[in-house]
């Protein structure tokens, strides 16, 4: 269903600080950039500066383009959501944005799958920023990655056990945001699913709440309620808890369940990740996940996974190229066939930074 949102990126790589602001608040951007920057090496973005004027020229005209969309805003332990890209992310943007993704999947079979994904948010004039156009293809986020099924999907493009069973519709809708805090945010959000020709309405209301534990634990629950003409009414729950190691690891357990009201069963995902910042421009995550539901057979398990992601900022705080080699086992060979695969990704974020904290 492709009205779930998607790959909620940013500018900051996968660190989080572990420092506090009165002892409550989250670290600001700034802090982390600071930190990072001050531990990193100045080496330029891979293709900045380069001795082609026609790719400089390029890149400086994509460059306009990037800074006129949008606002951005980010809290403490969204370092990571931020530089892989996800669903979260996207919806913490203040303003007009537009993600443009490329991926490329590679399978050991031969298979190769490819597809240009897309998602855009427009802020309305004279609405204090609270009502968007969402127009999206796909979700694209590290967490799709880790809970997708190689089998029947591309990897990191659709997931078969994403929130809300997203396909390769594509949705246009509205979107209301009800309140937008430091630790809480929700929105309400109805619009159009088009598969081909045939219009298909959904309606959600969707809620962030985050705190922190410790000085170095961090918690997100998020609640998402929706209805659609084709799969019904729905109800997406994920619960994350992140340990700051310093400022260039992060470990991170979520846990996701989406309970489907018109077929009565229920999808469970769990996955493991740890975040390695490389330096300000590169990170790297590491993930193994399990998937299970409860249909037809009752509660087993459907497809397990292990891999990385490698994803470099490669010119201004922008444009991202990503390596993912990853292998995924499923039910439907009996786990006993693995299907290694690998896949390259270009990602442009095109939005307004002038907002950043």
């Known amino acids: 269903m492709a009205y779930t949102d998607t790959r909620d990126s940013s500018e900051q790589p996968a660190s989080i600080s572990s420092n506090q602001q009165n002892n409550t608040a989250a670290p600001s951007s700034d802090t982390v950039t600071k930190k990072a920057s001050s531990q990193s090496d100045n080496k330029q973005y891979l293709f900045e500066g380069t001795s082609s004027p026609l790719m400089n020229s390029t890149f400086n005209y994509l460059d306009k383009i990037q800074g006129w969309l949008g606002g951005y805003v980010e809290d403490l332990g969204e370092s990571a959501d931020a530089f892989f890209g996800s669903d979260e992310d996207f919806d913490r943007t203040q303003g007009s944005r537009l993600d443009?993704?490329?991926?490329?999947?590679?399978?050991?079979?031969?298979?190769?799958?490819?597809?240009?994904?897309?998602?855009?948010?427009?802020?309305?004039?004279?609405?204090?920023?609270?009502?968007?156009?969402?127009?999206?293809?796909?979700?694209?986020?590290?967490?799709?990655?880790?809970?997708?099924?190689?089998?029947?999907?591309?990897?990191?493009?659709?997931?078969?056990?994403?929130?809300?069973?997203?396909?390769?519709?594509?949705?246009?809708?509205?979107?209301?945001?009800?309140?937008?805090?430091?630790?809480?945010?929700?929105?309400?959000?109805?619009?159009?699913?088009?598969?081909?020709?045939?219009?298909?309405?959904?309606?959600?209301?969707?809620?962030t709440y985050k705190w922190q534990l410790s000085d170095k634990i961090y918690s997100r629950m998020v609640q998402d309620l929706f209805w659609e003409s084709y799969d019904g009414v729905g109800l997406t729950s994920k619960q994350t808890f992140d340990y700051q190691f310093n400022q260039e690891n992060l470990f991170r357990s979520e846990t996701q369940g989406t309970w489907w009201d018109k077929e009565q069963f229920y999808e469970l995902h769990q996955t493991f990740y740890f975040y390695q910042t490389m330096n300000v421009h590169r990170a790297v995550a590491y993930h193994v996940g399990w998937d299970w539901d409860t249909k037809s057979v009752g509660p087993h398990l459907t497809s397990y996974h292990v891999g990385f992601n490698w994803r470099e900022r490669i010119y201004k705080k922008w444009l991202f190229f990503e390596i993912q080699p990853r292998v995924d086992f499923s039910q439907d060979t009996d786990f006993r066939q693995a299907d290694p695969n690998i896949t390259f990704m270009l990602e442009a974020q095109f939005y307004d930074r002038k907002f950043e904290k």
Not at 107 to 124: E, P, W
Not at 143 to 149: G, K, L, V
Not at 173 to 201: A, C, H, Q
């Open 100 to 207: 443009i993704m490329t991926p490329l999947t590679f399978h050991a079979n031969g298979k190769v799958d490819t597809r240009v994904k897309f998602r855009a948010k427009v802020a309305l004039p004279r609405t204090n920023k609270r009502w968007n156009m969402i127009v999206q293809s796909a979700e694209n986020s590290i967490q799709d990655y880790s809970n997708s099924s190689s089998d029947a999907n591309i990897s990191g493009t659709t997931s078969a056990s994403a929130t809300a069973n997203n396909d390769t519709a594509t949705a246009v809708g509205l979107r209301y945001m009800l309140e937008v805090k430091d630790y809480t945010s929700s929105f309400i959000g109805f619009g159009w699913n088009f598969r081909g020709i045939s219009p298909d309405p959904y309606a959600r209301i969707k809620g």
